[in-house]
Nanobody, 118 residues
Framework: VQLVESGGGLVQAGDSLRLSCAAS????????MGWFRQAPGKDREFVAS????????SYADSVEGRFTISKDSTKNTVSLHMNGLKPEDTAIYYC????????????WGQGTQVTVSS
């Protein structure tokens, strides 16, 4: 399985940005896909996830109400719509997938940089 992110960039505080993740390979084995991020000097943290079958979503408290995760099963893509961006959202954003709710995310993309200036 390969995951390829796109859509990162440099924006100003309050702007919006949309990240996309294209999955190829045995995507029918996915239970869910998600977005994580890692800021300089910090641990990688969970941002949002969505189940591949039922479309059930989950968000970190820090992005709840500002970010929206969605999927397009026909195109094997997952998107993260980010509104009201803040400087603290600056990070490398990674797309990830896992095979079941009992396993960790084991498939990862290469990451895309999001920088929010104040």
């Amino acid at each position: 399985v390969q995951l390829v992110e796109s859509g990162g960039g440099l924006v100003q505080a309050g702007d919006s940005l949309r990240l996309s993740c294209a999955a190829s390979g045995r995507t029918f084995n996915f239970y869910s896909m998600g977005w994580f991020r890692q800021a300089p000097g910090k641990d990688r943290e969970f941002v949002a996830s969505i189940t591949w079958g039922g479309g059930i979503t989950s968000y970190a408290d820090s992005v709840e109400g500002r970010f929206t995760i969605s999927k397009d099963s026909t195109k094997n893509t997952v998107s993260l719509h980010m509104n009201g961006l803040k400087p603290e959202d600056t990070a490398i954003y990674y797309c990830a997938a896992r095979a079941s709710m009992l396993t960790s995310f084991t498939n990862w993309g290469q990451g895309t940089q999001v920088t929010v200036s104040s």
